[in-house]
């Protein structure tokens, strides 16, 4: 199953099987769901989980953003509120619940600003298992959302970080920052650090930040994440 069909109200992008065991949220970049998160998605869907991608900037059209366009990509980020990315979440959420995917049977990843709303996600107790790849916003808020370090120790379900050391945006010192916030969570949580990766090191549509063992290194990581801490939505269970 893939495409928009049947979804909670506004543009989603859904692949894999509604038979799955698990299911994964994908949270797009500040770029939209352009084709590498739709691949990205896709790439869960291989790994055996049901995906959905849903077009945060749906209020704006959805727009596809150049990666070369960044001041575009920033102008669309600044349109986000708390309130409407509640509502898509909540959407999406009440969407997997459908299929019979529960709060313990799927998990949320995003990318950049989708990694900020990621660790945001799984403060509403709503995910089994969330996973931010370089999410910013650490010491001072975007997007309606308050600052990573304030939410961290309000995560409530186990949570994984991953983050570059070369990150022009996003200090290590504002990682470990959100690595000992995140430490005060009642759940697991966990940051692992890139020495050679930058800002947007998952991304192999953009050669100039992609670092190829980092990105195979973090998926591999998130994929066994979900696979130990997601449950087996009861309905798979044979």
Request: hydrophobic letters at 40%.
């Amino acid at each position: 199953m893939s495409g928009g069909s049947g979804t909670p109200g506004f543009p989603v992008y859904v692949t894999g099987s509604v038979d799955a065991r698990r299911a994964v949220i994908v949270l797009q970049e500040a770029f939209g769901v352009t084709s590498h998160l739709r691949d990205v998605a896709d790439r869960f869907a291989d790994e055996g989980f049901f995906c959905v991608a849903p077009h945060l900037y749906h209020r704006d059209g959805s727009p596809e953003v150049a990666y070369d366009n960044v001041a575009e990509a920033v102008a669309l980020m600044s349109t986000l509120t708390l309130t409407g990315l509640t509502n898509d979440l909540d959407a999406t959420t009440n969407f997997l619940d459908g299929f019979g995917f529960g709060a313990s049977s799927r998990g949320v990843v995003g990318f950049c600003m989708g990694g900020s709303v990621a660790l945001f996600a799984d403060t509403r107790g709503a995910f089994g298992a969330a996973v931010t790849f370089y999410g910013g916003g650490i010491r001072q808020g975007r997007m309606g959302l308050s600052p990573l370090l304030d939410l961290a120790p309000q995560l409530t379900a186990p949570w994984l970080g991953l983050f570059g050391d070369l990150d022009q945006g996003i200090s290590t010192e504002d990682v470990e920052a959100l690595r000992e916030a995140a430490a005060r969570a009642p759940v697991t949580t966990e940051i692992v650090r890139y020495a050679s990766a930058g800002h947007g090191f998952h991304c192999d549509a953009r050669p100039s930040a992609y670092d190829e063992e980092s990105a195979t290194d973090a998926f591999s990581r998130t994929v066994a994440f979900f696979h130990e801490h997601l449950e087996i939505r009861p309905e798979a269970v044979n």
